[in-house]
């Protein structure tokens, strides 16, 4: 079971030395590709500007994030900030009762603060990318609010999108689509979900559609709640219609369309083309193989890591 931490604005906050900032880099780096927040200061630079530094360092490495990283040298124990980042670090420890700092040492250096019985990790041993999965694991499985991930290369497969270019047009599209569904209510984000991961893909590119019987049944709604949920949505960029086979409209189907209506991505041929087939294809991969109270959660928070080989591995 996947469990959410929304209580944090970051997963982990790196405290180091300028002089290991080669070593750090490769670290944030590989936190970031993997859909971990990470406060790290390259990343941080237009918020940091203007701001109290030492006011605003003590909240970030006292209260915002689930793990304080500590990556200690020679030249950490000597630096005015790490060690007003590093005793930050430590009352927070010492009032949550509970592991917070992980330190990762470069040499034998005494930390003040820092007992010998600590574990931790050698950085001399240890490649920056394994230290971030190492992290990772670290973190568990978790929900990520509002979350795309950086690479959505399962996304590009599913699509069998191989050329860079096309790459480029769909991922604003699939962007939008997010930005879509954050403007819905729940119920109509959960619709939504219903129908573009149930559908029919017969008439892909142009629609996704599914018994309007069928679609009752997994809602648990009346057909005319549906009709009129998805009514209500036009100004997003939906398009529907129910067709009747017959007059008993006892096999009536529900088709639907999405429109990228964004100014940047609306405008070439491939988005325009295929914006429905992204739109199914993205919320399909984030939530279609979950079960679905899990489904429901993930649709919750907008989290989708199922789009990325490397953010998916956190999940398992």
């Known amino acids: 079971m996947t469990s959410q931490r929304g209580e944090h604005d970051y997963d982990v906050c790196l405290s180091f030395a300028g002089e290991q900032r080669y070593y750090v880099d490769r670290v944030a780096a590989s936190l970031k590709q993997a859909g971990i927040r990470v406060f790290y200061d390259d990343y941080e630079k237009v918020a940091l500007w203007g701001k109290d530094l030492y006011e605003h360092l003590d909240y970030i490495y006292g209260k915002s994030a689930e793990y304080c990283i500590l990556f200690a040298s020679e030249e950490y124990a000597k630096k005015v900030w790490t060690n007003h980042e590093r005793r930050s670090a430590q009352a927070r420890a010492l009032m949550s009762y509970a592991e917070y700092v992980l330190p990762v040492r470069f040499d034998t250096t005494e930390i003040p603060g820092l007992r010998a019985t600590i574990g931790y990790l050698d950085a001399q041993s240890i490649e920056p990318e394994s230290l971030a999965q190492l992290i990772s694991e670290k973190l568990g499985p978790r929900l990520r609010k ?71 049944r997994l809602m648990g709604w009346p057909p005319q709640q549906i009709v009129d949920t998805l009514h209500g949505i036009r100004s997003l960029g939906f398009v529907h219609e129910v067709r009747h086979k017959d007059e008993s409209h006892d096999d009536s189907v529900l088709v639907c369309q999405w429109n990228d209506m964004s100014v940047d991505s609306g405008l070439t041929d491939f988005a325009m083309i295929n914006s429905t087939w992204i739109a199914a294809e993205t919320m399909g991969l984030a939530v279609g193989h979950y079960c679905e109270d899990c489904a429901i959660k993930f649709i919750e928070v907008l989290d989708f890591s199922g789009l990325s080989s490397a953010t998916m591995e956190t999940h398992e």
């Open 146 to 216: 509002n979350f795309f991930p950086p690479n959505p290369d399962l996304l590009f497969e599913a699509l069998s999108i191989t050329e860079e270019q096309d790459r480029e047009e769909a991922l604003p599209v699939a962007r939008s689509f997010m930005g879509v569904l954050q403007r819905m209510t729940l119920e109509e984000r959960k619709l939504v979900a219903c129908l573009f991961c149930s559908y029919c893909p017969s008439e892909l590119p142009e629609n996704v559609h599914q018994s309007l019987d069928l679609i009752r």
